[in-house]
């Protein structure tokens, strides 16, 4: 296995803890610890009737899934820290297993993000041709992106070496994004193909509408599990859509999920992939358990935080001084709608 | 150690896995900028309520209760921080004193700095030098934790009332010895009720040799070596055994003065003259059965006797133990219930009589079970009134609702073995030495043989401490079918 990118993420991570000057860290206020997804569709969609009824195939399958978490856990003067992890969960044998990968705690300052950033991406894309135009991101894109990168080098390592099952992916199949550059997500579609895997990727929220209405929250008839596919999706630009997009409701309840599936892989295929999921893996309110496992798995508890400021203070000399949030000073009770906004 | 909350007199201390701290511990919240410091005692270790936790634990068994495996790869180390943080604990201490300029003060009407304050463990060596718990008569009780000696001074329990309480098998026995041979090397004149036959042996060593203590410890079996003649009595204390042991009615008992008297004056008093003058006495029939019952009680007791050479032992034995110290155990073992009080009366009524003539300055009494043999009236007169006349009694029970709370009120020493019982300990709490939270949170803990010292002995910093073992032939165990075959 290509192991390049998360020593780079070790090294990196290191380096900028080390050589940091500035060490003193004011405590987060905020934070965010998934990427949002960029949907970038033109709003012409419509259902392609009638959905499709889905019977479970019984047929011992692998499913896996990636999701990472970042969160900037305090600012210094200079920047800010931020910890970032991924977790791969499969279900196999009816047990479920995992690997976390990190946290990497990164000290990202004006200064150091570009060299931070390219060097993550380096070791990401080992040929200089497949180098990301997008350049390096704002200090506050920093956590996502850097989270990103993380999260597509686990696909790809995921999609490498699963052989014939189901790879979940948290999100949509859109590529061409600063994050999601277009060869990323292709070498991870083809590289599941290759081993006659299926890429299907749900997105929790969706912004997509039929008729003014989220696709996830129209009142089906039809008795689940089943799909709906969509039609006259148009990717704006420089966006591209590198799988169908689909309404999926797989479990009884009020949860309806968008479902991108790999456009490369014909069908039948696809329909037996998530007929294959239904009976490999749990599906609680709709949504694949091994997806959501992966999700709880890497996300930061409040506990973490807590021993990730602590690893800074205890290891790397930063000192953690409690500035007063401005917004409750400024506006008292009133500040949270604000914050939340 | 961080200073977390103050309430009350309740302090909250967040303390890190690096940082032990148990119930019973004391620490020193020093304000070096105040110049002060609180003395602080760990009544409660709980998990500090780190904000996470419950996810943490929920993620950990989320596929229908089984555990999911996995590995992490954790290459910057932070997993020792995680458990660092979750294992965080919260020190629950309750405020014994205020220091300033090595003086203690019982009261904390200051706050130290939550930012500034230094917190740090006291040895109780430490303490006990702060506390002046010191004195020219020390009993080493046994070792607290930090594996120094708990010295208490003999004085502290002189003049006091005592109280050993805990679950059964617990050492509470084992402490009245020590005590009790200590005040005995310190030449103190000690008197025991030895309910089970406890303290029979202990001028013994554990091997069957003689001790220190062998010609000291005088034991008297009621009946046997332990006789009284009716000369040797004086009326009230004859009159207190018919009436508190025997439930005299009072119309007999003046009948019965009279008859005394009557006897007394001719010079005539005999087990067996007194029982022909009631017989023969003029008076109601009533009263004359009343007392003729009485009389043969007293006769059934094999207490009493005629014989004045083998009637004088309770007297020769305080007064050889007045001379250089010495115990005189009576032995109520094989005695009925009857006979037990009868012996008490008589002892408590000539222990009275002896201080009141000042033939001895003092003693120290030792009750095991008290409620077992000592009358309702008797509770308060030992707390009252002998108490004035230099009787200092310790309490040895295992079941603290049968001493009254008035004792309880006036206890000036607790020595407190374990509880698990809640409404042993609310008896127990009860104590005015002693707090409510102290007691319920340190008792229930406690180890065999560990004892919860509270009172004027440790000037009232609750110490708990390993009873330390006696060289002394131990008696009074529990007699077993199976034995430790079992």
Not at chain 2, 443 to 466: E, N, Q, S, T
């Amino acid at each position: 296995m290509d192991t390049i990118l998360p020593r780079r993420f070790i090294e990196t991570s290191l380096q900028s803890l080390t050589c940091s000057q500035v060490k003193t860290i004011q405590l987060n206020q905020q934070d965010f610890q998934q990427a949002f997804n960029i949907e970038s569709h033109t709003q012409a969609a419509r259902f392609r009737m009638p959905p499709i009824s889905l019977k479970p195939r019984l047929a011992e399958t692998t499913v896996a899934a990636v999701d990472t978490s970042t969160m900037k856990i305090g600012e210094t003067s200079s920047g800010i820290l931020l910890a970032v992890r991924g977790t791969t969960v499969w279900r196999q044998n009816r047990n479920y297993r995992y690997t976390r990968l990190g946290p990497f705690i990164f000290h990202i300052t004006e200064e150091n993000k570009q060299e931070v950033y390219i060097s993550l991406e380096k070791a990401y894309f080992d040929s200089p041709l497949c180098k990301n135009n997008y350049g390096s991101p704002s200090l506050l894109q920093m956590p996502t992106r850097i989270a990103c990168l993380l999260e597509r080098w686990l696909q790809l390592m995921l999609a490498k070496t699963l052989n014939e099952g189901i790879v979940l992916l948290d999100g949509s199949l859109t590529a061409g994004t600063p994050d999601t550059p277009i060869h990323f997500l292709k070498d991870i579609l083809s590289a599941a193909r290759s081993r006659g895997s299926t890429v299907l990727a749900f997105s929790k929220m969706t912004t997509l509408r039929v008729n003014g209405r989220l696709i996830t929250d129209l009142p089906f008839e039809h008795k689940p599990p089943f799909l709906i596919g969509m039609d006259g999706l148009k990717s704006k630009p420089p966006t591209v859509l590198l799988g169908d997009v689909y309404v999926a409701k797989l479990a009884h309840g009020n949860y309806a999920f968008r479902l991108d599936i790999d456009r490369e892989v014909i069908f039948e295929h696809r329909i037996w992939s998530i007929e294959k999921l239904l009976v490999n893996d749990a599906l609680s309110q709709g949504y694949p358990e091994t997806l959501r496992l992966a999700h709880i798995l890497c996300t930061f508890t409040a506990n973490e935080v807590i021993a990730m400021q602590h690893f800074a203070v205890r290891r790397h000399g930063f000192r953690l001084v409690s500035r007063p949030d401005m917004h409750s000073v400024l506006f008292g009770p009133f500040s949270r709608g604000e914050v939340c906004s | 150690m961080k200073l977390y909350k103050k309430e009350g007199n309740i302090l909250q201390v967040l303390s890190f896995p690096n940082e032990s701290a148990e119930k019973g511990d004391y620490l020193l919240v020093e304000d070096s900028e105040a110049g002060k410091a609180l003395i602080v005692q760990v009544i409660d270790v709980q998990f500090a309520s780190v904000p996470g936790v419950l996810e943490e634990l929920l993620r950990s068994l989320p596929d229908g209760g089984e555990v999911v495996q996995g590995e992490d790869f954790d290459p910057l180390e932070i997993a020792p921080h995680i458990t660092y943080i979750q294992d965080a604990s919260l020190l629950v201490c309750k405020i014994r004193a205020t220091v300033e300029n090595d003086n203690l003060s019982p009261s904390s009407p200051w706050l130290p700095s939550r930012s500034q304050s230094a917190i740090k463990k006291l040895s109780v060596p430490t303490l006990l030098k702060l506390a002046r718990v010191d004195g020219k008569l020390p009993i080493v009780l046994g070792g607290t934790k930090d594996a120094s000696l708990l010295t208490i001074d003999a004085s502290a329990l002189d003049g006091g009332l005592n109280i050993i309480s805990g679950k059964k098998g617990t050492g509470k026995s084992h402490l009245s010895k020590l005590l009790m041979l200590n005040l005995v090397g310190y030449k103190a004149t000690v008197v025991v009720f030895d309910l089970n036959g406890e303290y029979l042996s202990l001028g013994m060593t554990g091997d069957g040799k003689r001790n220190g203590y062998y010609d000291k410890v005088h034991v008297l079996a009621p009946g046997q070596n332990f006789k009284v003649a009716l000369k040797q009595l004086n009326l009230h204390v004859v009159l207190g055994i018919l009436v508190h042991a025997l439930h005299l009615p009072g119309t007999s008992a003046r009948e019965f003065r009279r008859v005394w008297k009557s006897l007394q004056e001719k010079d005539m008093l005999t087990l067996h003259n007194l029982g022909e003058a009631i017989r023969d006495w003029n008076c109601n029939q009533h009263v004359r059965d009343a007392l003729a019952s009485r009389f043969y009680a007293l006769v059934n007791s094999g207490f009493f006797t005629d014989n004045v050479a083998e009637a004088a032992a309770l007297e020769d034995c305080i007064f050889k133990a007045k001379e250089h110290g010495g115990a005189v155990v009576v032995n109520l073992r094989n005695t009925g219930a009857i006979d037990r009080q009868i012996v008490v009366e008589y002892v408590l009524g000539k222990l009275v009589e002896l201080l009141t003539a000042w033939k001895l300055k003092a003693a120290f009494l030792f009750a095991e079970e008290a409620h077992l043999y000592l009358r309702e009236t008797y509770w308060d007169d030992i707390v009252t009134r002998m108490r004035h006349l230099g009787i200092f009694t310790t309490f040895v029970t295992n079941q603290p609702d049968t001493i009254k709370e008035n004792i309880y009120r006036q206890a000036d020493n607790i020595f407190l073995f374990n509880f698990t019982n809640e409404h042993d300990l609310d008896v127990v709490s009860r104590a005015a030495r002693v707090d409510v939270e102290t007691v319920k949170s340190i008792a229930r803990d406690l180890a065999p043989h560990y004892c919860l010292v509270l009172g004027r002995v440790v000037r009232d910093f609750p110490m708990v401490a390993k009873v330390k073992a006696l060289d002394v032939k131990t008696m009074g165990e529990t007699r077993l079918f199976f034995g430790e075959a079992a």
